[in-house]
């Protein structure tokens, strides 16, 4: 086996964090995944005036409920996280445990083929609809990430790679299943920005509405406090549904803060994207997050995000503006290319939102 020197040495041969931690005798990180953490970040702590059991919770059962009191104020709730947090929890979703948890082992299963295998998904350019590799984009990375991952394009169009062979019907399913969950809350949102619950649905074609399939993979650091799992990021596109293996390590930024979020089981961890901070001229603002790692258990996380159509050009809602007299805050970009400007650039805060602003 290669020593851990070696491993990074060729740029075009990246070696995955998988096998990095399993290299033998491994005690330290090499120096490429150092991370400087920001010296002003302040962590939440016990004593914190704000923990994190103050995340706000949706319960989707009230969402789809008949009774217009139970839904009136849901959508209060859900517009009160939006603007607050930009994320919150949601349980009782509907989507059954035993699904979530074949759809997490089936991800795990795909991290231990061989590397060989996995390179056969590697893909080549940012939007390739299947693409193994690890840190965030290796050939751009100043630093590199303790995190290997799997992106598939699943909606409007369907893919999955080959292995695990049981991969394609299980994801298949968890796909349509957190579609409709995350449609059905996009719908919510709308509503609670005093538009049409079919606003987004329709001014984006979500009918034909991009969803990706992200598993990451965290396996024990070294140097925990070195090293950095994804970054502080904001996501592109509308909405992500996030679960994990039974490891915390999803931290957010609240009132300059970082929270440390630990779902409970069989609940989904949703986030509010960049398109829902242009759509809505700033009243909900994307989160900023990020994934730090541990020395003892391997993490996975699996991200489901949720996006207009590529061809959707998104920018602020005109009824919003028009009706509260504000000005546009954002240029109208076309999906398409606002993906490809944030996956073929380092990941760094909302440096690619930022270019849309005016
Ligand atoms: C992501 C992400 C966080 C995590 O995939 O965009 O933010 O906890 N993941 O893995
Ligand atoms: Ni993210």
């Known amino acids: 086996m290669a020593t851990a020197a070696s491993l990074v040495s060729s740029p075009y041969k990246m070696t995955s964090v998988k096998d990095l931690a399993e290299s033998p005798g491994l005690s330290s990180i090499p120096s490429a995944y150092t991370f400087r953490k920001n010296q002003n970040d302040q962590q939440s702590s016990i004593s914190d005036p704000e923990p994190d059991d103050s995340i706000p919770i949706i319960d989707f059962s009230l969402l789809i409920s008949s009774c217009p009191e139970q839904r009136y104020k849901i959508i209060h709730d859900l517009g009160k996280a939006c603007q607050e947090w930009g994320f919150f929890m949601v349980i009782n979703h509907g989507v059954p445990e035993s699904l979530i948890k074949s759809m997490m082992d089936t991800c795990k299963r795909f991290f231990d083929l061989t590397e060989e295998e996995k390179r056969e998904f590697e893909g080549?350019?940012?939007?390739?609809?299947?693409?193994?590799?690890?840190?965030?984009?290796?050939?751009?990375?100043?630093?590199?990430?303790?995190?290997?991952?799997?992106?598939?394009?699943?909606?409007?169009?369907?893919?999955?790679?080959?292995?695990?062979?049981?991969?394609?019907?299980?994801?298949?399913?968890?796909?349509?299943?957190?579609?409709?969950?995350?449609?059905?809350?996009?719908?919510?949102?709308?509503?609670?920005?005093?538009?049409?619950?079919?606003?987004?649905?329709?001014?984006?074609?979500?009918?034909?509405?991009?969803?990706?399939?992200?598993?990451?993979?965290?396996?024990?650091?070294?140097?925990?406090?070195?090293?950095?799992?994804?970054?502080?990021?904001?996501?592109?596109?509308?909405?992500?549904?996030?679960?994990?293996?039974?490891?915390?390590?999803?931290q957010l930024q609240h009132n300059g803060k970082w929270v440390n979020v630990n779902a409970s089981s069989n609940s989904f961890m949703v986030n509010t994207a960049d398109h829902i901070e242009i759509l809505s001229n700033g009243k909900y603002k994307s989160i900023?997050?990020?994934?730090?790692?541990?020395?003892?258990?391997?993490?996975?996380?699996?991200?489901?995000?949720?996006?207009?159509?590529?061809?959707?050009?998104?920018?602020?809602?005109?009824?919003?503006m028009d009706r509260e007299n504000q000005v546009p805050g954002y240029v109208g970009i076309k999906y398409k290319k606002y993906l490809e400007l944030q996956q073929s650039n380092q990941l760094d805060n909302k440096s690619c939102l930022d270019r849309a602003r005016i």
């Open 124 to 250: 080549k350019a940012v939007l390739d609809p299947i693409r193994y590799g690890t840190s965030f984009n290796a050939s751009v990375d100043k630093v590199l990430f303790w995190r290997d991952f799997l992106k598939v394009f699943v909606h409007p169009q369907f893919h999955s790679p080959a292995k695990p062979s049981e991969f394609r019907e299980i994801a298949m399913e968890y796909c349509r299943r957190t579609r409709e969950v995350a449609r059905e809350l996009l719908r919510g949102i709308s509503e609670s920005l005093g538009l049409d619950a079919s606003y987004i649905d329709k001014t984006l074609n979500l009918d034909s509405g991009l969803q990706i399939l992200v598993a990451n993979f965290y396996p024990p650091c070294p140097q925990p406090n070195l090293a950095m799992g994804m970054p502080p990021h904001s996501d592109h596109g509308l909405l992500t549904l996030l679960i994990q293996n039974e490891n915390g390590g999803l």
């Open 288 to 320: 900023v997050h990020r994934a730090v790692v541990n020395n003892i258990r391997t993490r996975i996380s699996l991200a489901m995000a949720h996006g207009p159509s590529l061809d959707a050009i998104v920018s602020p809602a005109q009824e919003l």
